[in-house]
């Protein structure tokens, strides 16, 4: 299983970006997928997830707004949308999938993911 995440870059505060993460080897219709980031000297921290229908979605407070995550189940991927970019989004980005179904109540949690992309740096200016 891979996942391969994409779109990442260097933009100004108030800017947008658009994150793809595609997964292979196996299909997740019907998991749960994720977003976490880590920045430099900090832990990593629960981004946004995604119901398996796509239905249901989960947000960190810190993104609730800002931040829209979706998927297509047709090509096997999940999108983060970041609008309204602060510094303090700074961090590589790194999408998740899991091994099993996963209750609601550990989506933010990353030991509940088994796979994980390589990460995606996202840069935002002041």
């Known amino acids: 299983v891979q996942l391969q995440a994409s779109g990442g870059g260097l933009v100004q505060a108030g800017g947008s970006l658009r994150l793809s993460c595609a997964a292979s080897?196996?299909?997740?219709?019907?998991?749960?997928m994720g977003w976490f980031r880590q920045a430099p000297g900090k832990e990593r921290e629960f981004v946004a997830a995604?119901?398996?229908?796509?239905?249901?979605?989960y947000y960190a407070d810190s993104v609730k707004g800002r931040f829209t995550i979706s998927r297509d189940n047709n090509k096997n991927a999940v999108y983060l949308q970041m609008n309204s970019l602060i510094p303090d989004d700074t961090a590589v980005y790194y999408c998740?999938?899991?091994?099993?179904?996963?209750?609601?109540?550990?989506?933010?949690?990353?030991?509940?993911?088994?796979?994980w992309g390589q990460g995606t740096q996202v840069t935002v200016s002041s």
């Open positions: 080897g196996r299909t997740f219709s019907t998991d749960a």
């Open positions: 995604v119901s398996g229908s796509g239905y249901s979605t």
């Open positions: 998740a999938a899991p091994h099993a179904a996963i209750f609601s109540s550990g989506l933010r949690l990353g030991q509940s993911y088994a796979y």
